[in-house]
């Protein structure tokens, strides 16, 4: 186990990954004054994990592929991709769920009286430096080029 194999870009990811964990549970959704506003079921905050019964446990897998990007580089297991692009790929699939569940369908209803607080946020800067980090380390790697003819 070579913990100096470590770089900013899977350290990043990690942190990322821990900040869309926490995110899950932070308060995200907030529905308006009006009381006919209600986001999963009630007139209070609502996290992500209130508010998305899918997502949520999609965003918390997301969270993990940092942490296995990590065990494969300190225990340093051959891969036949780049490392770091799974995790730039689940990164990016963790961001489109989120704009998609903020800004496209908000949920709650009427969707348009209910905004957003620092749950969402912390999910969507903890998504991105997952998809980030995991870009930074496959952009590292060289692929192994074949020759002409080869698939």
């Known amino acids: 186990m070579e913990v100096s194999k470590l770089r900013r870009g899977e350290i ?6 821990l900040l869309l ?3 899950v549970f932070l308060p995200a959704y907030s529905p308006s004054a009006n009381r ?3 986001v999963a079921g009630g007139r209070a905050d609502a996290s992500i994990w209130d508010a998305n019964s899918i997502s949520r446990i999609v965003l ?3 969270a993990l592929a940092p942490i296995v990007l990590l ?3 300190v225990r340093g297991h051959q891969l036949s991709w780049p490392r770091g692009e799974l ?3 689940v990164g990016l699939v963790a961001v489109t769920l989120v704009v998609w569940n903020g800004i496209i369908q908000r949920p709650g209803e009427p969707a348009g009286q209910v905004g957003l607080t620092i749950g969402w946020f912390v999910a969507l800067i903890g998504s991105l430096a997952v998809a980030g980090g995991g870009a930074v380390r496959a952009s590292m790697s060289e ?3 074949k020759p002409p003819g080869v698939l």
């Open 12 to 17: 990043a990811a990690a942190i990322g990954g």
């Open 21 to 23: 964990v926490i995110s």
């Open 36 to 38: 006919n506003a209600r």
């Open 60 to 62: 918390l897998v997301a």
């Open 71 to 73: 065990y494969v580089i």
């Open 87 to 89: 995790t730039a790929v």
């Open 143 to 145: 692929r192994r080029r």
